[in-house]
């Protein structure tokens, strides 16, 4: 029962250990994107914005994830397009 307990344990913190991972790699996506965005004239951005949404609106969810799952995805891409971090 020890040694179970111990495996989970272990398991957990691999998990853990790849969720920062995840994070961080999305955070500093995150900054590239919105200094990408930033160094861009006014009418470049505009036309970035418009092709990745209107790309967004063809995706058909796939089986995998969720319509809760592809939500979170649109809302967070227009977020970052529309309202970039400070």
Known sequence: MKNLIAEL????AEKEEESK???AQVEAL???VT??????RQDEQQTLISDIESAMDQVKPQTQVSDRDSELLQQYIKKL???PRS
């Open 30 to 32: 995150e900054i590239v």
């Open 81 to 83: 397009l529309r309202h």
């Open 21 to 23: 991972e995840l994070v």
């Open 35 to 40: 200094a990408l965005l930033r160094h861009m």
């Open 9 to 12: 344990l272990l398991k957990l």
